[in-house]
């Protein structure tokens, strides 16, 4: 087979690792993919917004099946677009992406098919202010669309809530849409599942570590390392997560007329009074993906045909016993300010049976390895237990080196 995966992040170096063991692959591409990706697929230099020129790669090299990373192309309908031309492709269409893209939607979804969230209020930007006024505290301030990570606000009082509103007027549109939300207490947890909009297999589940410093501290990321699975996710819990969210989630959207297929991110709020969805993702997570799927025995080539042929049902997933933990490596600044071009050291020693080192913002110059972004590397490990895979991840870490290279130190420490 030939393959297509879109992206070009940490999660993208995932996915193409994975895909690669499969022995049904014949040849591997990644747009626009990053110089890891380069050493197990050929990079395409086509932005994965540029849909376009994506399909038209897709004909010409006819790539029997593409696999979608982030969620910006399928907010664009790229699985609609390339199902209209006659192409496979693995994710949702742009209608069921909106569970992701539209905060509003998935919301409002939730509410009408009964799915344990935080109760909640949409209205105008404008109106909230005066709102707010009125709340009890903390309140959790959302704004509608996509706003890469700055789309939620935790205000503890009435300043930080105006504060919060002001932040989202100076996004963009005073006119938008905020979802006014009670604050939930409990432990977080990132919970995948693949489906076919019918069938719906439990994936496993991940911890994110959101913030930029150990315990938790400062701003948030787009996640700083993650272990997997959580281990506050039970089998019991798995299952009450499966029946109260998942199924009525995928019902619901059928109903609607959106039927979701591809992987669900479901993430989670553990509560006293059982799991609340904060948030539904279109994708895998990332940094989640770089802890979930190291853990995965099955050919997820296999698992990505049988959610396009609705064969999902014949398909049991297999876990290698033990845990994952991914640390990621960062820029200083990082979620704010950084400095790029920095070079990388050390990446060649890292190499252990059991840690892999996936790239995020890396460029390739000669032959030096530079940094190219916030999350620059993400590194994972496995182990018996989480002491094991910290051990280990940390020790793979040891060698790397780059000016003002950041990473938590507490990742997988429970
Ligand atoms: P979201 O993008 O909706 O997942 O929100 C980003 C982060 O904000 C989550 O990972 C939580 O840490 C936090 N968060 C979102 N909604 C709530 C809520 N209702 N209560 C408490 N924390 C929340
Ligand atoms: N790590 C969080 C996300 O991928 O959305």
Redesign the pocket.
Known sequence: MKILVIGGGGREHALVWKIAQSPRVRELFCAPGNPGIAGLATLVPIAPDHIEGLLLFAKGKKIDLTVVGPEYPLSLGIVDRFEEAGLRIFGPHCAAAEIETS?VFSKLLMEKYKIP??E?EVMALDEAYQKVLTMKM?V?L?VEGLAA?K??V?ARNKKEAIEGLDSFRLMGDAACRVIL?????GV?ASFFVVTDGKVALALSSAQ?Y?RIYDHDQGP?TGGMGAISPSPCMTKSLESEVMTKIVAPILKGLELEGRPYSGVLYV?L?LTSLGP?V??FNARWGDPEAQAVLPRLKNDWVDVMEAVLSHRLHKIQLHWKRGKSVCVVLASKGYPGVYKKGEVILGLDKTASPHAMVFHAGVARQGDRWMTDGGRVLGVTALGRDFSEARGRVYQAVDPIFFNGMYFRRDIGAL
């Not at 939300?181 to 207490?185: A, D, I, M, N, R």
Request: proline share 4%; no cysteine; glycine share 12%.
């Open positions: 905060k969230t935080a909640a903390p959790v959302k990570g789309g939620v935790i939300e009670k604050y939930l207490t977080e994110d959101k948030n993430g709020m609340y904060l948030e």
